[in-house]
């Protein structure tokens, strides 16, 4: 049982480049989360998602997009990547109860 | 607004010793959940405890007890015969219509 998958693992981008980080659960969760972990910090709420093909802002959401095309998968993008969206991502999703995390995605932007 | 907050960056227990992990937070809605996650060095979140704001007692999973006191809005984490895999950053969350905000952490060392 996989629970929640994230990928990639690590990534280094150029400041401008783009690029997309696929969030896979297979528990059949409604709820799916993006937090960023920054250094010393606790998880700060991106975006999240109620259901296949709804998204929702966070505490923290420019300079991202989402997408909830299929229920298992949840897509973070970054369109023009900036130094200060180097960070940990961590992907989360729930049903009732508490939310599952991913392994997280370690993103340096140059 | 909602908050969370963590006041002790870190702590030291010795192994077998019991320590407790302090969380405040401030919420107005009557329905909220609090939560405690486990982040080793090595990166991934581990759920620990759960406690429902309407819950009538304090939740406890095996070496873990949360001390909730509702009226000083408190939920504080309680580690019984702490172990050197207890070693974490330690994150409470306080939890609004699924959503999770989170305090700054707490940096639990455990001594042989």
Redesign the interface.
């Known amino acids: 049982n996989a629970g929640v998958t994230q990928t990639p693992k690590f990534r280094v981008l150029k400041t401008g480049q783009s690029m997309t980080l696929l969030c896979a659960q297979d528990m059949n969760h409604e709820y799916m989360y993006w937090y960023r972990q920054d250094p010393g910090m606790g998880l700060r709420l991106i975006h999240y998602s109620v259901g296949e093909g709804t998204t929702a802002k966070g505490e923290v959401p420019d300079g991202y997009n989402v997408s909830r095309l299929k229920k298992q998968n949840f897509l973070l993008g970054l369109e023009s990547a900036a130094p200060s969206q180097t960070s940990v991502y961590f992907c989360a999703s729930s049903q009732t109860g508490p939310q599952h995390f991913g392994d997280g995605t370690r993103l340096s932007i140059l | 607004a909602q908050k969370?907050t963590q006041t002790q960056p870190g702590m030291f227990v010795q192994e077998k010793e019991a320590v407790t992990l302090d969380c405040t937070y401030d919420t107005s809605d009557p329905s909220y959940g609090l939560?405690w996650?486990k982040q080793p060095s090595s990166?991934?979140?581990i759920?620990l405890i759960?406690q429902g704001s309407y819950d009538q007692q304090n939740a406890t999973e095996g070496r873990y007890s949360l001390n909730f006191q509702k009226a000083r809005k408190s939920a504080n984490l309680v580690i019984s015969a702490s172990q050197l895999g207890d070693s974490a950053m330690y994150?409470c969350?306080l939890s609004n219509t699924?959503?999770?905000?989170?305090?700054?952490?707490t940096t639990l060392q455990v001594k042989p």
């Open positions: 969370i939560f996650y990166g991934e979140m759920f759960y994150f969350a699924g959503k999770l905000i989170f305090g700054q952490g």
